[in-house]
Each structure stands twice: as C-alpha cells, then as structure tokens.
C-alpha cells in the first residue's frame, strides 16, 4: 500500500447528556436512542444546541494501553524472564477549544455545567461521513480565563466509558469497527455497502467481529 496522508478539513465535534429515562433506553448504547454509527445524524446530538465544531482547533480519540509486566527472577540456570500481559485498552476524548465564556450557552459553559456527567459524543473528521467515531464519555470542565491579549484556549480530556465505535473509510466506501466486538442486535449493513460486501457467486462468506461482511 502506498503512502497515504489526510488532513481535517471539516471536523464534527457535538455531545448531548446520556438520558437513562429515554423511552427503550439500553446501557449498550453507543449513541442517543442506540442508532448505529452508519445512520447517526448531527440532529441526534443538536436538540440541545450542543455542537461546537466551530470552537474545536484539534479533536482526536486517544487509546492508552493498558500492560503489566510479570517478572521471573534470575536464577543460577537462567537470566531473568519478563512475561507482558496486555489489558483492556483505555481511551479519552482529547480536544482544545477556543474558550467562549462570553458566550452564554457556549461549549466552556457546557463543559463546566456538565461536568462528570455522562454525555454521548460524536467526533467527525469529515462532517458525519467516515471516518468518524461514537460513544460515552464523561464531561470535564475546562480552563476558564488566562493571559491578557491573547485568544484563550481550554483543553479537555474526557475520559471514554468503554471502547467507541468507528467507522474507517469514506463517504463511498467504509467499515466499522465496532467497540463491542460485534454489530449490534438487529443491525444490518446499509443497501450500498451490503450490495459492495455481496460475495460473488462460489465465494464462502463468514461473519466477522469487527466487520460487517468478510469475503474470502
């Protein structure tokens, strides 16, 4: 494969708050009302005038591995052994805003109103086309002021409740990796990407983990 670069171009950065009392709500839920990383809109997440795009300079989903290094001692036979077992991986959503406390409904007083509470977050790379991730993730508050004269800045590290979903790909051609390992119940692939993923006539097609289809 050649060498390959991208560039933002047209971020999304958009939360609402986690609402436990939504009608079939289900802790699975990656997104507002469970709908699938393929289908979500902005207006999921825009009820609530919760998208600041606009204030966003740098957005990305940031994995932390998780490893513990078990040690054998030396001994007279033999030198000392180090076994690495490899955990679950940890994620935060990391993003620097330009701050907006002039603003009254703005995203450093969202931040701060909201803080530790458990909002669904949709981070876009280009618009809400792939590639894009969805998930849980908790609110931090930012930094509120700084030096004098200068356009004032706040980074955030929210912490990710569990493993996101995200979809690689474009706007014509895309797979998703889903954070459970597996599609959820009752998903299907989208007519376009079904017809794209149809094995050809002979061809043994198996269900994969992190993919829709497989074909081999």
């Known amino acids: ?17 986690v609402d436990t009392a939504a009608v079939g709500y289900l802790p699975e839920w990656q997104t507002p009302g469970g709908i699938a990383i393929d289908a979500i809109t ?21 994995a932390s591995p998780n490893t513990t290094d078990d040690s054998t001692p030396a001994t007279f036979c033999d030198p000392e052994q180090t076994e690495t077992t490899v955990g679950v991986t940890s994620f935060t959503l990391d993003a620097t805003i330009l701050q907006d406390p002039d603003f009254p409904d703005g995203a450093s007083a969202f931040a701060m109103e909201n803080d530790t509470k458990e909002c669904f977050f949709i981070l876009g790379l280009d618009g809400v086309n792939p590639p894009k991730t969805v998930g849980r993730c908790r609110m931090v508050a930012g930094a509120f002021g700084g030096d004098a004269r200068v356009t004032l800045t706040a980074d955030l ?52 983990t992190s993919d829709a289809v497989t074909t081999e």
């Open 1 to 17: 494969m050649s060498s390959h670069v991208f560039k933002i171009q047209a971020g999304v950065l958009a939360f609402t708050l």
């Open 42 to 62: 902005l207006a999921a997440y825009t009820a609530d005038g919760n998208e600041f795009s606009c204030q966003v300079t740098s957005g990305a989903l940031t």
């Open 157 to 208: 590290s929210l912490p990710v409740s569990r493993k996101p979903d995200t979809e690689y790909g474009n706007v014509t051609t895309s797979r998703i990796v889903w954070g459970s390992g597996e599609p959820p119940a009752g998903w299907t692939p989208p007519a376009p990407l079904a017809a794209a993923t149809a094995a050809p006539a002979g061809a043994k097609t198996t269900t994969n």
